[in-house]
């Protein structure tokens, strides 16, 4: 069987009147049933346009697919006609954006924001549809769904808007649910309930999470594979683990060296990457990130790395990931860093 | 050592002028409402919370930005919410303040030597020609090219913007930096720059730092000393080690244990602490210990109605919890539940 959603190859390119912008410029994963796919990279690394692009919301011109294919259950949405994508977006595939302020429209209550796909997609009267959307909100963890349905966004706090945002995506019972840093404009505490929530539902409905995120702490509490972007590209993917715990792209390694450790006593200057990232009108040659890579060579410069399998599911953007004593650089330094966490308990 | 700066019964209330009604009834914002502690020179205080709970507001009081309502605030001995003019000039170049978005705190008409010079400029020091070597010399130590300023903040990003925002706060070589949400704005991997930046120029400059932030592990990482304050209150107060290894107050536990930590491993055998509800809104705070609204430990009518007092719990580490204890919760009041019963206010 075809899995849930697999993206191929992708690219997205803008064109603008400085250039041509290649905002997503090779983005390869496939996601299955009940699963998490984390997203991970700084700003405008095109995680948000690969979202986006699945749905279908990049309005074509200026934006372009240049090559590659999204299929859904093995079936092309980019073959797809506007008819049909709108059968899919909001029913099958669903998003959670990042700002409840302004992605809620203030005019209109909570509840029939939530009944609208109802009535759209399950041709729900309104009357079931309000039902369904007050049992949604219920389900969200909203206290007094019914007098709370009634409400106005503005009447909501950030966190509750939140709640009503993944109730409205939740409405259809959606296979994927895209989340776009549905945590970032929120408070810790507020965000661990969120978390907390996405998790309980997916145990319950067996949808799949694609979660983009800045936040490396909220991927390693959500994500089975991880996927990891710099300026459009996917740079590594693997399982959760793998990324994590044997990072197989310079810029991975970058990522998790510039955190803060939480766990160690000692605390050393951070080790950030040097440099800014590329614009994306200007890309450097070969490899993206090698002028701020402290280990790129000459051979960076003149070859753009393709996204290879390295070891049975996990991959990487970088030309020296199969080589064994490349690698063994980094390790050998987290090998150094991780006798000092025994001693931090 | 002596404080350089001592804060003391801190109060910032705002009326709300939100129509003529409520203006009436003389409604306020209780923001900060009753804070003290104090900075020794050479240190950093981290004052951390979430939004809201009247961090920023005091670093404003402090810098006199904003005037405070009540209590005492002295620096190097001087009482600063009686100094006036020449005397007030000169409290606010020793204490200079970093501003969070780089973006809104720099004057898009000027070049970055004008922005620099301004400072010395206002205070009369030094010659044109003077100024502009000074701006060089920063630039050079903040980490930028020197002949960047004749150019325009538009032309930057947001890291070398707070390099910038940085080496202003530096141009009159003042002894405290208040620190704003510096990194907030920034991507993780330039965050780690600046962060080393701002650790550098102390050790340089002998800077004592009050640093505000709501992002846990960058406090951890940057403080000596840490304010955990909720709803306009210290509710937690210590020397880092102790805050983070032991937290007394049941509110910096939850907030510890809310924070998914980069270590997917760590992250699925932790249990965390889910609070219920939101914030209360600080215009009518809740009675006794603002906090018992979301403590799972509250006891009736104990915290709704005894507020308590920050008392120490250990050499030099106090709380504000009538149940101050290391790790208050027990591990059977944490988990899912609170997420669904009674989130009202």
């Known amino acids: 069987m075809a899995p849930l959603l697999e993206v191929d190859d992708l690219h997205m390119h803008f064109f603008t009147r400085d250039g041509v912008v290649k905002a997503c410029d090779g983005v390869t994963f496939t996601l299955e049933a009940g699963r998490t796919l984390g997203v991970v990279g700084e700003s405008g690394s095109g995680k948000s346009v690969t979202a986006m692009t699945i749905m279908r919301l990049i309005p074509e011109p200026p934006g372009k697919v240049v090559s590659g294919d999204i299929r859904f259950k093995g079936e092309s949405i980019l073959a797809m006609s506007e008819r049909e994508q709108r059968r899919l977006r909001g029913n099958r595939i669903a998003m959670i954006f990042q700002d409840p302020m302004t992605s809620l429209n203030p005019v209109y209550r909570i509840g029939e924001q939530i009944a609208e796909p109802l009535r759209l997609h399950k041709k729900m009267t309104r009357k079931e549809a309000w039902a369904a959307a007050v049992e949604l909100l219920r389900r969200v963890g909203i206290p007094q769904a019914e007098e709370r349905a009634r409400n106005y966004p503005h009447e909501f706090s950030g ?109 050393g200057a951070l080790c950030p990457i040097q440099g800014q990232p590329p614009s994306l009108i200007h890309l450097p040659p070969g490899c993206a990130f090698g002028p701020r890579c402290a280990y790129a060579g000459p051979a960076c410069r003149r070859t753009v790395p393709p996204l290879v399998d390295i070891e049975q599911g996990h991959l990487s953007a970088c030309l020296f990931a199969g080589d064994a004593a490349f690698i063994a650089r980094y390790e050998n330094r987290v090998t150094r860093a991780g006798a000092g966490a025994e001693v931090g308990g | 050592m002596a404080a350089l700066l001592e804060v003391e019964g801190l109060v910032k209330h705002f009326p709300v002028n939100e129509g003529v009604f409520l203006s009436r009834l003389g409604k306020t914002v209780k923001a900060v409402d009753g804070v003290s502690f104090t900075v020794d020179e050479g240190e950093t205080l981290g004052l951390v919370g979430e939004s809201g709970c009247g961090k920023s507001t005091t670093g404003r009081c402090i810098n006199r930005l904003l005037e405070a309502t009540a209590g005492r605030i002295r620096f190097a001995g001087a009482d600063v919410r009686r100094l006036r003019r020449q005397d007030l000039k000169a409290y606010r170049r020793d204490v200079q303040f970093i501003f969070q978005d780089p973006y809104a705190s720099l004057n898009p008409r000027m070049t970055f030597g004008e922005i620099m010079a301004e400072p010395l400029v206002i205070h009369g020091v030094g010659t044109r020609r003077e100024r502009q070597d000074r701006c060089k010399e920063m630039l050079e130590t903040v980490g930028l090219n020197p002949e960047h300023i004749h150019r325009y903040p538009h032309e930057f990003s947001g890291g070398q913007r707070q390099r910038v925002g940085i080496a202003r706060a530096l141009m009159l070589r003042p002894k405290m930096i208040i620190c704003d949400e510096p990194v907030s704005a920034l991507d993780v991997s330039i965050q780690a720059q600046i962060i080393n930046l701002l650790e550098e120029l102390q050790q340089e400059f002998g800077l004592t730092y009050l640093f505000i932030a709501h992002d846990l592990a960058v406090i951890r990482h940057i403080c000596d000393r840490v304010a955990v304050m909720y709803l306009g209150k210290i509710v937690e107060l210590g020397g880092w080690r102790e805050v983070y290894n032991s937290p007394n107050h049941p509110y910096t536990q939850s907030l510890l244990s809310a924070v998914p930590v980069p270590d997917p491993e760590k992250q699925r055998r932790r249990a965390r602490i889910i609070l219920k509800g939101d914030v209360p809104n600080p215009i009518d705070p809740p009675s006794g210990c603002r906090f018992h609204t979301r403590c799972p430990l509250a006891q009736f009518p104990l915290c709704s109605e005894q507020e308590p007092a920050l008392r120490q719990v250990a050499p030099g580490h106090q709380a504000a919890c009538h149940f101050a204890k290391p790790f208050p919760i027990p591990e059977h009041k944490m988990g899912r539940e609170a997420l669904f019963d009674g989130d009202s206010e």
């Open chain 1, 159 to 267: 966190g509750m808007r939140q709640r009503a945002m993944i109730a409205m995506a939740l409405a259809c019972g959606p296979d994927i649910l895209i989340a776009d840093e549905p945590t970032t404009a929120l408070d810790v505490t507020i965000q661990a309930q969120i978390l907390e929530l996405m998790q309980e539902i997916q145990q319950r409905t067996e949808s799949a999470i694609i979660m983009i995120t800045h936040d490396l702490g909220v991927v390693a509490d959500m994500a089975d594979h991880i996927m990891v972007m710099y300026a459009g590209k996917a740079v590594e993917y693997g399982s959760a683990d793998e990324v994590f715990y044997h990072p197989l792209h310079p810029y991975t390694w970058g990522l998790l060296d510039s955190l803060p450790r939480h766990d160690v006593d000692d605390k």
